[in-house]
């Protein structure tokens, strides 16, 4: 549930993959947020409440001149304890985020800020299972303008803390949490043509982890790594072509990885482009799933481990990280003003993965797998905008494989095809109304089958346990690993809102909205002991209002 509040977001760049050499650390994907500063010039708001919960959006300068301004938003659910009246049944969904930030400017341009942020966020069944994942932490990010240079220097330095568990009334208490900080300096370097960036950055984190596989085997894993890398990226306009070269250096606790990077743009004309990406990745950070899970709700996170097993020719790994190659081809097309169309096709190699080892039954097994994966697929979409109509569609088409030496394996991710549809519409006197349709269609995850149960005996008394009148617990047999499939998930959300505007610098609006609008039995947990499942949100009609200041 926790999100950064689209209201003080200031822009999102998603690099699904062949991302520049600015970034580094993942073998997958990117996602770069940041937040707005609070405003120079006045005082302003946005208070909002509805059936699931409320939202609070303050901003402004602290003193005149807008030296130094502030941004606080916090927003919370009560959709736990109004359900039961609103609704006539329990939805067990909770949520508090906060976050703040100072910024002080300076009249060159320079700024500097501080920011804090606190998420909490629980899915409580009772008797069935409890979900909870909290993120907390604190940062500052400067920016330098030097008066007589044409270097831009920036650099940030943060902490941060995230910690999921899942209490399940079948299993055992899941744990895994990771914390540290960071710091990093980048410089830009303006050119006649295009600009050079380069930086370095360095992590510290920790990261605990406790779970049990499908045999039941408890696995806790306790961990310190630190990071180092550093890069330089050159952005060059030439002609109709864009070229950008870059270059990676990655340091890990467990090696080096040097990873080159490039893209290329090229102009055909004014309404067609074609782009080009590709390059090396390294990732330190694990996340890991369970097969005993039909839906994957626990997502651990643990590093890499030093203790690999030996490969199928019996020498160790040189690489102790995971490892990647990226390929992305695409086109872009602007078929009018208001329309344009874009494609994009990919392909990851992941060379080196590692694995928790999900047939470990004892101390003597390898605690970790080596495996390799490829990921592939095309992602096409529809961009319509003009006044009053905003369309935007996309639809992807992806295969997901994972090889561990004895098998090939569709992991839990696999999503075979995925479409999103969005639109709003603006009508009435002065546009005061406005429509908004979300659609979204998914095919099933994998997951593991259950194949059968049986009585396991642990003899906990050693070779004195007497067998033949012991009561063992329940085991279970699951069949091959991600052989099944989850249902299709589509879910239609719809809203209608009113903005009334009642003076200069106020606005109020009205938003009547309906969650799941066709009543979708979507899974969100499935017990396989109790063989219960449990859904997603039903239908929810809903009525709110905000109004901004």
Do not use: C
Request: no cysteine; charged share 20%; net charge neutral.
């Amino acid at each position: 549930f926790s999100v950064f509040d689209a209201d003080i977001i200031k822009t999102t760049d998603v690099y699904t993959g062949g991302f520049s050499a600015e970034y580094g650390g993942r073998v997958s994907s990117i996602m770069d947020i940041k937040t707005k500063d609070g405003n120079k010039k006045r005082l302003q708001g946005k208070l909002s409440s509805n059936t699931f919960g409320s939202k609070l959006l303050v901003e402004g300068p602290l003193k005149k001149g807008g030296g130094t301004t502030f941004l606080f938003s916090g927003k919370t659910s009560y959709l736990d304890k109004t359900s039961e009246a609103l609704y006539n049944f329990s939805m067990p969904y909770s949520y508090t985020d906060l976050y703040g930030k100072l910024t002080f400017n300076a009249n060159n341009g320079s700024k500097a800020n501080i920011y804090g942020f606190n998420f909490q966020d629980q899915v409580n069944y009772q008797g069935i299972s409890d979900l909870q994942w909290n993120s907390n932490g604190l940062g500052s990010e400067f920016i330098l303008i030097p008066g007589n240079s044409p270097v831009l220097i920036e650099g940030n330095f943060a902490y941060s803390e995230y910690y999921i568990s899942l209490d399940e009334n079948a299993s055992p208490l899941r744990e895994s949490s990771i914390s540290g900080g960071s710091m990093g300096f980048d410089f830009t370097s303006f050119q006649p043509k295009g600009k050079i960036k380069y930086g370095f950055d360095v992590y510290s984190f920790e990261t605990k982890y406790k779970t049990y596989n499908s045999a039941n085997a408890k696995i806790e894993l306790n961990e310190n790594n630190s990071e180092f890398s550093a890069y330089v990226n050159y952005l060059y306009r030439g002609g109709r072509f864009i070229f950008e070269p870059g270059f990676r250096l990655q340091k890990y606790t467990l090696g080096t990885s040097p990873e080159p990077r490039l893209g290329i743009k090229y102009l055909a004309s004014d309404v067609l482009r074609f782009k080009l990406a590709t390059g090396l990745y390294s990732q330190n950070i694990m996340s890991t799933v369970s097969d005993r899970d039909v839906v994957n709700l626990f997502y651990g996170f643990i590093s890499s481990p030093e203790n690999l097993p030996a490969d199928e020719d019996g020498n160790e790994y040189k690489d102790k990280i995971q490892k990647a190659r990226h390929i992305i081809l695409g086109g872009e097309y602007d078929i009018n003003l208001k329309m344009d169309f874009q494609i994009e096709g990919y392909i990851k190699d992941f060379t080196q993965l590692t694995n928790i080892n999900r047939n470990m039954i004892s101390n003597t097994d390898d605690e970790f797998i080596i495996e390799s994966g490829v990921a592939k697929g095309v992602d096409a979409l529809v961009k319509f905008k003009s006044k009053k109509l905003y369309i935007w569609a996309v639809y992807s088409l992806g295969f997901i494989t994972r090889n561990d030496g004895n098998r090939t394996y569709h992991p839990h991710f696999d999503r075979r095809h995925n479409v999103n549809f969005v639109t709003s519409y603006k009508f009435g006197k002065n546009e005061g109304w406005k429509a908004d349709m979300r659609w979204n269609l998914g095919s099933g995850f994998p997951f593991t089958q259950t194949q059968g149960f049986y009585e396991n005996l642990t003899f906990a008394d050693g070779i004195n346990t007497d067998y033949t009148s012991t009561n063992g617990e329940l085991g279970i047999e699951y069949a091959e690993l991600n052989e099944g499939r989850l249902p299709y998930y589509h879910r239609l959300d719809a809203s209608i809102s009113k903005s009334i505007k009642l003076n200069k610098s106020s606005i109020l609006d009205m938003t009547f909205s309906v969650t799941n609008a066709y009543n979708r039995e979507n899974i969100f947990y499935f017990n396989r002991v109790k063989y219960e499942r449990v859904d997603q949100l039903p239908i929810m009609p809903s009525f709110g209002a905000s109004i901004t200041f």
